[in-house]
């Protein structure tokens, strides 16, 4: 099992420019969701999935998008770049709420200048 | 609005010496849960705790979660240089984890 994945690890972008944060899962996992980490804020929740074609706002939605046509796939997505956006961002897995077990990809790196 | 304050911030021990990590919120959790990140990777998961009162213990780490699930510890006996790390509590509530402040511990040998 390769776990959670993330691509890219690194990305620079520029004010305004759209991208998408890729996350796969091979473990069958039912619940997803993405954070942002930032100096002395720990990690916030922006979007989460409990299952294919149900997602949900977290704490810090805004400026991000989020799909779950599959159960492996939970890609984010950046309509126009701020530099606000400048951050870490981690993807997570667990099977479902009950086993409370979430498991983290490397994360991406992601500058918006 | 951040719902979990971890305290210290920092610290800076040495070998041998015994720390503890308080995680704490005015709102109950269904579940606390603890994670140790390494510079440049995804937090792993080292312990989850769900009933109040309870008490779990990973070698030199031991967690407890607060009778009324508000609030939690972390408490490391000897500790060593592979110890270091970002320690982070992460409470659950419908679904929603909140995460908090992080604790960077350095234990120096």
């Known amino acids: 099992n390769a776990g959670v994945t993330q691509t890219p690890k690194f990305q620079v972008l520029k004010t305004g420019q759209s991208m998408t944060l890729q996350c796969a899962q091979d473990?069958?996992?039912?619940?997803m969701s993405w954070y942002r980490q930032d100096p002395g804020m720990g990690l916030r929740l922006i979007h989460y999935?409990?299952?294919?074609?149900?997602?949900d706002q977290g704490e810090v939605p805004n400026g991000y998008n989020v799909s779950r046509s599959t159960t492996e796939d939970f890609p984010l997505r950046l309509l126009s770049a701020a530099p606000s956006q400048t951050s870490v961002y981690f993807c997570a897995s667990s099977w479902d709420r009950t086993t409370y077990e979430q498991y983290f990809g490397p994360g991406t790196r992601l500058t918006v200048t | 609005t951040q719902l979990l304050e971890q305290s210290p911030q920092f610290l800076s021990i040495q070998e041998g010496e015994n720390l503890t990590v308080y995680c704490n919120s005015s709102s109950v959790f269904s579940s606390l849960q603890w994670y140790r990140q390494e510079p440049g990777e995804g937090p792993v998961l080292l312990v989850t705790v769900v009933t109040g009162g309870e008490v779990k213990k990973l070698k030199r780490l031991t967690f407890q979660f607060g009778d009324a699930r508000k609030d939690s510890s972390l408490h490391i006996t000897a500790a060593q240089p592979g110890d270091t790390g970002l320690y982070l509590c992460a409470g659950e509530r419908t679904y929603k984890y909140i995460f908090g402040t992080g604790t960077r511990l350095k234990v120096l040998a």
């Open positions: 999935s409990v299952g294919a074609g149900i997602t």
């Open positions: 473990m069958n996992h039912e619940y």
